[in-house]
T-cell receptor, first 114, second 110 residues
Framework: DTGVSQNPRHKITKRGQNVTFRCDPI?????LYWYRQTLGQGPEFLTY????????KSRLLSDRFSAERPKGSFSTLEIQRTEQGDSAMYLC????????????FGSGTQLSVL | EDQVTQSPEALRLQEGESSSLNCSYT??????LFWYRQDPGKGPEFLFT???AGEEKEKERLKATLTKKESFLHITAPKPEDSATYLC???????????FGAGTTVTVRA
C-alpha cells in the first residue's frame, strides 16, 4: 500500500492558462474523489468516480473543470482558463467497497494562479 | 443542506492539558460522522468513524463521542505531536461524499 499519490505537489500558473493534475489512487480502490480546500476551510467535494464512471459533479465545478478516470485507474483533473479564484489545494481521495466511506487522501496539489 | 460547525476555531494547550473539540451537525439522516487529522501541507488522515448516538472510539490520547446533534473529540494529556488541524465530516444516508467542517487548529506547547 503506497497510498494515494498526487502530482504535481505545487503548480504556479498565470491567469488564463490551462492546468492538469494527476491522482493515482490506492490500487484496489474502486472509488475516487476530488476535493478542493482553501486556507482555513475544510475540503469541499468536487466530483466522484466509481471505477471509470463519473457519478456526481458538485455545483462548484464550473464547465472550466473536467475530470476523467480512464480504465478506472488514475484520474486527471483539468482546469481550463484558470482564474485567481481557482487558487486552492486540490485533494484526491480513494476508498474501497460499496458502503465504506473511509477515505484515504493524497497530499494534494497546491495551485496558485497569478 | 448539511451543516457542520466546529468550535473553537483554534485551541492552544500546554503539554498535558486535556481539552475537547466540538463538532455540531445538521444533516437529514446521518450515515456516519468522521474525524480526520490534517498536518500543514498534507491531506487529511482518517482517525475515527462514529455511526450512532452513544458510540465512542479511542486511539491513543484521542477519544471521540457522538450524540444526536454533536460530536466531541477529547484530547487527554496532549503532546506537541498532537498539534494539527482536526476536521469533522458527515455523510448522509444514501450518499457517499463527506461534508466537512472548517476544522479546529490545535497547538500544543511543550
Amino acid at each position: 500500500d503506497t497510498g494515494v499519490s498526487q502530482n504535481p505537489r505545487h503548480k504556479i500558473t498565470k491567469r488564463g492558462q490551462n492546468v492538469t493534475f494527476r491522482c493515482d489512487p490506492i490500487s484496489e480502490h474502486n472509488r475516487l474523489y476530488w476535493y478542493r480546500q482553501t486556507l482555513g476551510q475544510g475540503p469541499e467535494f468536487l466530483t466522484y468516480f466509481q471505477n471509470e464512471a463519473q457519478l456526481e459533479k458538485s455545483r462548484l465545478l464550473s464547465d472550466r473543470f473536467s475530470a476523467e478516470r480512464p480504465k478506472g485507474s488514475f484520474s486527471t483533473l483539468e482546469i481550463q482558463r484558470t482564474e485567481q479564484g481557482d487558487s486552492a489545494m486540490y485533494l484526491c481521495a480513494s476508498s474501497y467497497g460499496t458502503a465504506n466511506e473511509k477515505l484515504f487522501f493524497g497530499s494534494g496539489t497546491q495551485l496558485s494562479v497569478l | 443542506e448539511d451543516q457542520v460547525t466546529q468550535s473553537p476555531e483554534a485551541l492552544r494547550l500546554q503539554e498535558g492539558e486535556s481539552s475537547s473539540l466540538n463538532c455540531s451537525y445538521t444533516v437529514s439522516g446521518l450515515r456516519g460522522l468522521f474525524w480526520y487529522r490534517q498536518d500543514p501541507g498534507k491531506g487529511p488522515e482518517f482517525l475515527f468513524t462514529l455511526y450512532s448516538a452513544g458510540e465512542e472510539k479511542e486511539k491513543e490520547r484521542l477519544k471521540a463521542t457522538l450524540t444526536k446533534k454533536e460530536s466531541f473529540l477529547h484530547i487527554t494529556a496532549p503532546k506537541p505531536e498532537d498539534s494539527a488541524t482536526y476536521l469533522c465530516a458527515v455523510v448522509r444516508s444514501n450518499d457517499y461524499k463527506l461534508s466537512f467542517g472548517a476544522g479546529t487548529t490545535v497547538t500544543v506547547r511543550a
